[in-house]
C-alpha cells in the first residue's frame, strides 16, 4: 500500500496540470476592454502567445464582478499564434476586427456565430490550414485581404445579407473551386478572386454594379 501512495500522487499532481493546461486553452487566456460601461458591452482585447488547441470565445466576460457582452474582437488579437487549431466565435460577437487571426499557422476550424456583420482587412489573411469559411447571413462586409493566401480554403459561404467584398479578399486561395455570389452583392473589389487556381464554377447574384480590375484574374472558370 505504501508503495502506491507514491504512484497515485502522482497521477493526481498529472491530472491537476492536465486540467489547468486545458483552462489554459480557454477563457483563462483571454483578456477584454470596455466598449460602453452603460451598454455593458466589450470587446476581446488580447489572447496569451502561449494559448493552444480549442479556444472558444464567452459571450459573456466578467469585468469588475460585472457581465458584459462580447461583441467585438479588436485588431489582431490572435495574430501569429502558431498554436491554435479552432476558435469557436458567439453570437453574441458582431465584428472581427482587422487582422484578428492573421498568420495563425495552425488554426484548421472557425465557427462563426449568427449575428457577426463584418470581418476586418487581413482577419484570416495567411491562414494555411483554414479549410472552410461558413459565413451567417448577417455578415455585410468581408473586408480587403480578409481571407487572401488562405492556400487550403475548399469552401466558402456568403450570406444573403453581404453587399461588398473587399479588394484580394479572397486572392490566392488555391484550392477554392467554386462561388456562389449572393444577389444582395453590389460590388466585388480588384483582385478579390486572384489566382484562386482551382475556381472553376462562379454564380453571380444580380444585384452586382461593380467588378474590380484583375477579380477573377488566374482562375480556372468553367462555368460563370
Not at 18 to 33: G, M, P, R, T
Amino acid at each position: 500500500m505504501k508503495k502506491l501512495l507514491p504512484i497515485l500522487m502522482m497521477a493526481v499532481l498529472a491530472l491537476s496540470s492536465s486540467l489547468k493546461a486545458f483552462a489554459a486553452s480557454s477563457e483563462d487566456v483571454l483578456s477584454y476592454s470596455i466598449i460602453s460601461d452603460s451598454l455593458k458591452t466589450c470587446a476581446v482585447a488580447y489572447c496569451d502567445p502561449s494559448a493552444s488547441g480549442e479556444i472558444a470565445i464567452p459571450s459573456y466576460a466578467v469585468i469588475d464582478n460585472e457581465n458584459y457582452k462580447v461583441i467585438s474582437i479588436a485588431d489582431e488579437v490572435f495574430y501569429n499564434n502558431e498554436q491554435i487549431t479552432k476558435v469557436t466565435i458567439p453570437s453574441t460577437v458582431k465584428e472581427i476586427g482587422e487582422g484578428s487571426f492573421c498568420q495563425m499557422d495552425s488554426l484548421q476550424t472557425v465557427s462563426f456565430g449568427d449575428s457577426l456583420v463584418s470581418i476586418g482587412k487581413q482577419a484570416f489573411y495567411y491562414c494555411t490550414k483554414l479549410e472552410n469559411a461558413i459565413l451567417p447571413s448577417t455578415i455585410k462586409e468581408i473586408g480587403e485581404s480578409a481571407f487572401s493566401v488562405a492556400i487550403n480554403l475548399k469552401t466558402v459561404t456568403l450570406g444573403k445579407s453581404l453587399t461588398k467584398l473587399g479588394n484580394e479578399a479572397f486572392y490566392e486561395c488555391q484550392e477554392l473551386d467554386n462561388v456562389i455570389i449572393p444577389d444582395s452583392v453590389t460590388e466585388i473589389g480588384e483582385g478579390t478572386f486572384q489566382s484562386c487556381f482551382d475556381l472553376e464554377n462562379i454564380t453571380f447574384g444580380e444585384g452586382l454594379k461593380y467588378i474590380g480590375n484583375n477579380a477573377f484574374n488566374y482562375i480556372n472558370a468553367k462555368s460563370i
